[in-house]
């Protein structure tokens, strides 16, 4: 998760492929892989996760979406974007606040994801919903074609972050807003189990050199997002406890999402120890009664176009 600031934390390069959620313990490593996506790319991690994504029983990307939705202010009949849409946390909820007078299109580049989404969103009967195979990075829309273009979770996962924020820019209309989601702190326990994890990665495995981090804080965010024309209307931060029945059901969740790109690397034969480490630092995070309780808090982003900024 990005805002983790460990050398765990940035396993794929140089920004976090560790943004999103859960595989499973029992996903195979080596899961299915389209061309569509590169290999170690932020975008194969979630292939890989993307049957299990957000299907583990813990309470973590429903919530932050739905909140993201709710501060978008969206309204009956708004024509809504949402960019590395997973499995719907976002645009599920994004779907319920257009109604059928709207549209909703997601887009994602690991094929898995929509696929899968897509079977759901068929499923739901939402006819004013598509999802489809498509890059946050390079958004190919016309200009001025949404209401609201929402990304949660994802900015940080791009390569070129500011570019896509200046491109979801020109795809709104003039009174369209973005709203972004990015992390502001993990739990204490997390993190330290996280490090406990990094601890059994292979001697050999590249440390990627820092890099400036565009979401850092309100005041990076606000600057990020003013040097690519957008004026920050509103940013807060929104707190989810997600519970663990036990060590086993965090592994399965930490395989599920992001965090499986810092796990993949651990040598098969180091994996027990691995977790029994990182059970040691989860301990902190133990309620009474049995399982564990994280915290973590996402900050939520509403920008609006500044007046005046040409699109292009
Ligand atoms: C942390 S998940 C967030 C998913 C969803 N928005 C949510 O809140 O649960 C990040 C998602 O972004 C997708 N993704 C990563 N890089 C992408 C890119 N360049 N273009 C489109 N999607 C991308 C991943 O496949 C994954 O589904």
């Known amino acids: 998760m990005t805002s983790f600031r460990s050398r765990s934390s940035r396993p794929e390069g140089g920004r976090s492929a560790t943004g999103g959620g859960p ?51 969206i309204r009956p009949g708004d024509r ?24 909703v299109t997601g887009i994602d580049l690991a094929p898995a994801m929509v696929a899968l989404t897509a079977e759901d969103v068929t499923r739901a009967g939402l ?10 990075q390079r958004p190919d829309f016309p200009p001025g074609s949404f209401d609201a273009v929402l990304a949660g979770l994802v900015v940080f996962l791009l390569p070129e972050p500011e570019q896509a ?13 973005l709203a972004i989601s990015t992390f502001a702190a993990h739990d204490p326990a997390f993190v330290a189990a996280m490090d406990a994890l990094a601890a059994h990665l292979p001697p050999d495995w590249q440390r990627p050199a820092p890099a400036a981090d565009p979401f850092a804080d309100q005041q990076a965010i606000t600057a990020t997002l003013a040097a690519v024309g957008l004026t920050v209307a509103t940013i807060g931060e929104h707190r989810v406890e997600s519970r663990f029945r036990d060590i ?50 996402v900050r939520m982003t509403v920008a609006v176009p500044r007046a005046g900024v040409p699109s292009s």
């Open 127 to 136: 006819t004013h919903v598509d999802v489809r195979v498509g890059d946050a």
């Open 165 to 177: 924020l200046r491109a979801y820019g020109r795809l709104l209309r003039p009174s369209g807003r």
């Open 248 to 297: 086993d059901h965090w592994t399965e969740w930490m395989w599920s999402h992001g965090g499986r790109a810092l796990l993949r690397h651990i040598p098969a034969d180091r994996l027990d120890a691995a977790t029994a480490d990182a059970a040691r630092a989860l301990e902190p995070a133990r309620v009474p009664g049995g399982g564990l309780t994280l915290t973590t808090a």
């Open 23 to 73: 595989a499973g313990a029992t996903m195979s490593r080596g899961a299915s892989m389209t061309s569509s996506v590169q290999p170690n790319s932020a975008a194969e991690v979630f292939e890989q996760a993307a049957a299990h994504y957000d299907r583990t029983g813990v309470s973590f990307f429903g919530p932050f979406g739905a909140e993201l939705v709710r501060r978008a202010g």
């Open 80 to 103: 809504v974007l949402d960019v590395g849409c997973g499995r719907g946390a976002v645009l599920f909820p994004a779907a319920d606040a257009t109604g059928p007078t709207g549209r």
